[in-house]
């Protein structure tokens, strides 16, 4: 077995917060990938770039985000592959990306049924995130310059009277 760096597993891990799932992606077999990723995830090492990267993060909204990006704009082309697949292997299903799929049933006649997420709807939820973000970031402009300014700085958004301007008036 390849030895993996903590960096590796760690910045994989912070995307899918899945143990197994990092492990196997990263190319460890799935009957060990339980134990290895989860001994990994465990290390002190692993740990402190976790937490390293987690801080840099915004942690749950770059989660939220990350993981609309991946419902977006994530390719299906591993569900489709294992949907045409005659005999797929352990692990053929176990290192594909199914992210995607929001559901999988065995139809009448022997069939496979795969049913996916809805891109436009998570597009939509991007755009969403973002605009809250674009609100989050003037928010705290604003308040940077009430910390950091002087009276001068902030006179622009005060009326005469030295209140707030409301801007809907």
Known sequence: MQRLSPKTFARLFVQLRNSYETAVRLGIDP??????????????????????????????????????????????????????SEQPGEQEIASADLFNVSEIKRVKGGGVEMKFFDRQKALEKLVELDDQLRDQSKAEQFIAALNEGSSEDISHLLDGDGEVQDNDE
Do not use: C, W
Request: net charge neutral; aromatic share 6%; no cysteine.
């Open 31 to 84: 009957h060990q990938a339980k134990t290895e990723g989860a001994r990994l995830v465990s290390s002190p090492a692993v740990k402190r770039e976790i937490d390293r990267l987690d801080s840099v993060d915004e942690q749950m909204m770059a989660y939220v985000r990350a993981g609309l990006a991946r419902l977006a704009f994530g390719s299906a082309n591993d569900a489709a592959a294992l949907m045409f």
